[in-house]
């Protein structure tokens, strides 16, 4: 039998399974228990929250013929049939690529005709914000009016893109990203079932690459669980199969930068590069360590705020104390400016190695955050009792003399 992704063979087979979106699946419960099935449904939320695993569990839970307390039993005929994708009374369309007048009119044919052995007809539209506006246009008055046996359940990433006229005629239910802490328990449910050996430290990281995408994050343990089935995957390791940086080696650079040790900065940037890792995932990573940094001299306890073990959390705070406010919000800006550019560059390395330049030498920009950094310096050498002298005068000495 060939081998199932663990994102798919792991997907959210009830509402009670379905982790993050609490408020969401009480809804759904309650409606299906007390049949109060509404006919047209829109969920929003970034990817890998739930949007389309809960459409397809209320395929079943609508037509479930022995349904638990609002979750379907996924043992009788119907539950099988819809989880298998045999059933002719549950329709998929991913609108990304099926978004012209012709992909709805197809539905609006078929909605004409009841369903076979089920009591509703439910069609899953993936994407619809990707429709183009006369597919829109010609679902409107499908979509107001639909047989009493048909249920639309809309997914989007980009509710915004939608007209207000489809927005009207929909329930909308927004799907918040799934919390760090919740994804790691889910994750050690997953690596216990699956005998899966990793560290704590490591399901901590990919639960927070998986960035509030639940399937994301399964995806990652997946990729990490395939890089060697004999031993258990450290934290190292899932640094290394992920293509991200240690936080050492950003608390280096913080260094570098504060002591404008220019060699050492670019010797960084060399290692990232020979260790093979992405320059987008570095600079997003550094982003995320300057936030951290931010975080840190803003408030007194981390807990749940940052995910590092202890040892880095005390050497990022050490950094934050070195670094003041105003340049550590001078990096997030210039950093993600930075991460703005790499969509459409080619030269990624001398973008990076120009924006690490200017977070060194604030006197290259002209913008207000970098004249206070510079002053902040200024200020600092004359504490330390350096002699500041203009260039002007000083060459006017030198030619004098």
Known sequence: ????????????????????????????????????????????GTRGTGKTSLAKILARAVNCLNPKDGNPCNECENCKAILSNTSINVYEMDAASNNKVDDIRLIREQVEYPPVGMRYKVYIIDEVHMLTESAHNA?????????????????????????????????????????AEVIADRLRHIVEEEQIAIEEEAIHYIARMGDGSMRDAVSLLDQCASYDFQQEISYEDALKVLGAVDTAVFSDLISALRQKNIQAVMENIATVLEQGKELSQYVSDLLNYFRNMMLAKSVKNLQGLV?????????????????????????????????????????????????????????????????????????????RGVRIMDSSIQAEGTKTS
């Open 307 to 383: 995910d590092l073990s202890e040892d880095n959390k005390n050497r990022l705070l050490k950094d934050a104390e070195s670094m003041p406010m105003e340049e550590i919000l001078r990096g997030i800006r210039l950093l993600s400016e930075l991460l703005q550019q790499f969509r459409y560059a080619n030269q990624k390395r001398v973008l990076l190695e120009t924006c690490l330049m200017k977070l060194a030498y604030p006197e290259t920009e002209g913008t207000a955050d970098a004249l206070a950094q510079r002053m902040q310096e200024l200020e600092e050498e004359l504490r």
């Open 139 to 179: 679902f409107l008055k499908t979509l107001e009016e639909p047989p009493e046996y048909a249920i639309f359940i809309l997914a989007t990433t980009e509710p915004n893109a939608l007209p207000i006229t489809i927005l009207s005629r929909c329930q909308r239910y927004d799907f918040r990203r799934i919390p």
């Open 1 to 44: 039998m060939s081998y199932t992704a663990l994102y798919r063979k792991w997907r959210s087979r009830d509402f009670d399974d379905l982790v993050g979106q609490d408020a969401i699946t009480r809804s759904f419960k309650n409606q299906v228990s007390h049949d109060r099935i509404g006919h047209a449904y829109l969920f929003c």
